[in-house]
């Protein structure tokens, strides 16, 4: 009986064995760079509301009171799309002589529940008492406010500055869930960063020290 045995044809190369830990050392290292990213992510997410909480804070609460302006959010398209609804403006004082055509003003009306609109100026009398009577429009009207009102102390307050939509995101934190979600989770999302903050070192530590001992 004859046997056959199989013949190497010369200058072939070996099938060389699988490298042993080589797989499972680049499995930690995307395991751990996935980690960091995610952990970096977060970070730099938890330190963008705190930054935007903190400027919020500071415009709304704290400058008028040290600069002296005044913020009140549009509630109509009356002036779009200048202003648009939902916007936050910003108006700081002038001199009720120094008002004049076209520009934008937060005052009373004279009439109704003489709430605040921040309408354009389209005329200005100067009285011989030294009043000041004024006849607005908003921009998106097609007439003229029907009422001339008589602008009350020396102060004005000229628009400035406009904060797109920054107005629904306050009367979002005003509703009552959102404001027990921040009451009980700034919170703790806080104590959850500093605990990731006092432990993230020793677990790259950890995570080096396995790819060390895989390699």
């Known amino acids: 009986m004859t046997a056959v045995l199989p013949v190497r044809r010369l200058g072939a190369a070996l099938e060389l064995p699988p490298e ?82 076209g520009m934008v003003i937060s005052y009373h009306i004279p009439i109704d529940d003489h709430r605040v609109v921040t309408h354009r100026v389209v005329s200005v009398q100067h009285g011989a008492d030294g009043a000041v009577t004024v006849q607005t429009k908003g921009d998106a009207n097609t007439a003229v406010d029907p009422w001339q009102a008589t602008l009350q102390g020396q102060t004005a307050y000229q628009v400035r500055a406009v904060i797109p939509e920054l107005g629904h995101v306050i009367e979002a934190l005003r509703t009552r869930i959102v404001s027990k979600a921040l009451i009980y989770g700034a919170p703790a999302l806080l104590a959850g960063w500093l605990i990731l903050a006092i432990w993230r070192p020793a677990e790259d530590d950890e995570d080096e020290q396995d790819t060390e001992d895989a390699a």
Not at 58 to 65: F, N, S
Not at 72 to 100: A, E, F, H, N, W
């Open 20 to 101: 042993v830990g080589t797989a499972s050392a680049t499995t930690i290292r995307r395991a751990g760079l996935a980690r960091r990213l995610l952990a970096g992510t977060t970070r730099w997410f938890v330190r963008g509301l705190v930054v935007v909480a903190a400027l919020a804070f500071a415009v709304l609460a704290v400058g008028p009171h040290v600069l002296g302006y005044r913020t009140m959010t549009m509630l109509t398209g009356s002036m779009s799309p200048q202003i648009d609804p939902g916007d936050v403006v910003i108006s700081t004082p002038l001199d009720v002589q120094d008002v004049t055509e």
